[in-house]
């Protein structure tokens, strides 16, 4: 996830007009504006949000203060809204406005968010943000190396440390071996020198450690991140996840392990699982029967895909589903096959079987986080929100990347009626999952709880843009109340 966030952090632009700097248009929040940017620089999001919203407040003409925002944001919903304010307020023939311009077109599907960045720094070459952008640019065109060397020089020249970090980066994402990923290693150190203070330099040296495996490293390199900031966004989810990689690299880890000889086919299991907590069942269906192409023999996802037809209300392809695995079962494990038998008794007869089983087995192998989850995801009609708080809270304690828990929990506040608890949960699993459609679904919910229905309106038509077939019926269903209500109050 942090790949995905860190790229924003080099969109940042800042209101000086001096040193050869591009001119901002931030209006009275110009001292807003640079704390938030430097946050973003250096990937405290949280930090610069506030500090743009906190410009807003000042002065509500800020362009800049919102286009920032909208690069500081993952939220979809909020941050067309953000890029679609900061070009209406934005003065034309600005140099900045060519930049909110490329934003609002790339949140339309025309062009690319980058597509001003170069022609920009090569008026201001004192810029140390264009130059990360135009790098940006560079890399989606498929010219690493120029991006490398315009990174290289820039950094050199302006000595910042985010330009470093974002040439390490270059070399992590793109290697083709150890020797490339390596290559790395040198800038992130660099940034380190640059900005000792900074927790997301090691944090950046700590992910370095983790994908070669090094997780002692790791772990220690993200201790002293957050020592140097405990207050880091990133600092506590990412010790967590050292952690829960290392344990998962042990001998002794506790976990059921699928009964298929091709890691392929487990792999696309996997995948399907997490499909399925997302609500995602057609991409689910897909995955169960592309394992099942590749391991005829897997009968937990002939069950697994049983599961999703039962979801989508077709009964008759459950029924066969459910009849291949019970008899594919004798070439499972005892594990396997008291989950298959279990869940095709509830399936077919209305049981409630398969949530005892599942109890016993996350006893069995506490560290398996698909089981740990369908304790809640399995139960959640019978446990009550306490449970699955507590529940779901130590799951992703454990495993920060099982973001389907976040939801879960949010859905457990908003039965407790704690709703800023529920709001703050869905918009983490937006953030964390800007690609997927529930988590936009479940904030629509959110929404229409607090009664602002034009907010919920705008999250289902995300979910439902994203393919969620459930999410259409909330648009179309709100849409005809808020029209009647338009009507009834023209009427009065």
Sequence with gaps: MKRILILLSFLAISCQSNSGEMPRQAGQASNELMNGLEAMHHVRFA?????????????????????????AEQDRVLRREYLETALDLAKKGHPETKIMEAAVNWINGEGGRFDAHPDLYKKYKGDKFLASGAYRYLQFNDQIEEGRELLLEAGERLKAGHLYNLLAYSYFWNADDDEDYDKGLPFIEKYIELNP????????????????????????????????????????????????EKAMASEDVLIMKWSSESEEAKNLFNQGMWQLYNLEWEEADKSFSSAIEIDDSFALAYAMKARVSYFQQDEESMKEELDIAVSMSISSS?????????LSNDLKDGTNTFNRVIERLVRKYPDSSFLRFETVFATINDIGPDAILRRAMGLYEMNPNFTPALNIMGYAYLQKSELDNAKNSFQEQVRRQPAKANPYDSLGDYYLEVKDNEMALKY?????????????????SLTSLIAEKEAEELQQ
Aim: hydrophobic share 40%.
């Design 334 to 342: 005892n594990e396997e096959k008291k989950m298959i038998m279990s």
């Design 460 to 476: 289902f038509k995300q979910s439902a843009g994203m393919g969620l077939i459930n999410s259409q019926s909330k648009v179309d």
């Design 47 to 71: 930090e610069a949000r506030a500090m743009f919203l906190e410009g807003i407040k000042k002065d509500p003409n800020c362009a800049s203060c919102y286009l920032n925002l909208g690069n």
């Design 197 to 244: 203070n900074e927790a997301n330099a090691y944090d950046s040296l700590a992910e370095f450690h983790l994908k070669k495996g090094e997780f002692d490293k790791a772990i220690e390199t993200y201790q002293l991140a957050f020592e140097i900031d405990p207050t880091f966004e990133w600092a506590t989810r990412n010790l967590a996840i050292a952690k829960h």
